[in-house]
């Protein structure tokens, strides 16, 4: 038997949440806090204008429960342009997302600025707020078995 968790065993359902203003943003950051994913995970698709990312999310929402991560998917619509520093799409670089924050412009456009640990940043051109995280697999235990700590 696998030590994986299991959604029923949890009072919590898995996280589909969007967010179309700062404040949403701002839970859907606190979500994502740590959550890790290999340089290759990232895809930009200009035609459709998305960007999104495959993470693995330490599930912050379940505070009673040993450490677990869950893979789910980030993503971005309305994204006109993309840019970033200190990050390379190749398989061997394991990103930490540290934070996503929303610099507004005019007429609903703005800056969505994804954080990483060490110098690495995100940062996204967009016409209009549309975020989504949908977890997209069951609960896991975290590799390390402990809970991220920020001192």
């Known amino acids: 038997m696998s030590d994986d968790a299991r959604y029923e065993d949890g ?3 898995p996280v589909h949440l969007k967010a179309f203003e700062a404040d949403d943003l701002q839970v859907i950051s606190a979500l994502v806090q740590d959550a890790v994913f290999p340089g290759l ?3 930009w698709l200009p035609a459709k204008r998305r960007f999104a990312l495959l993470i693995n999310r330490f599930r912050w929402e379940d505070k009673v429960r040993r450490a677990e991560r869950v893979q789910s998917l980030l993503s971005f619509e309305d994204v006109m342009k ?6 390379a799409r190749d398989k061997d670089t394991i990103y ?3 934070s996503l924050t929303f610099t507004p412009g005019e007429d609903g456009t703005g800056t969505l600025e994804l954080t990483l640990a060490g110098d690495g940043a995100i940062r996204l051109e967009i016409e209009a707020l549309d975020v989504t995280l ?3 697999t069951r609960p896991y235990k975290a590799p ?3 809970r991220p700590n920020h001192d």
Do not use: C, I
């Not at 993309?82 to 990050?87: L, P, Y």
């Open 11 to 13: 009072a919590e359902a």
């Open 41 to 43: 995970e990232m895809r």
């Open 82 to 87: 993309v840019a970033s520093t200190g990050v």
């Open 96 to 98: 930490s997302l540290l």
């Open 134 to 136: 949908k977890d997209m």
């Open 144 to 146: 390390s078995g402990k």
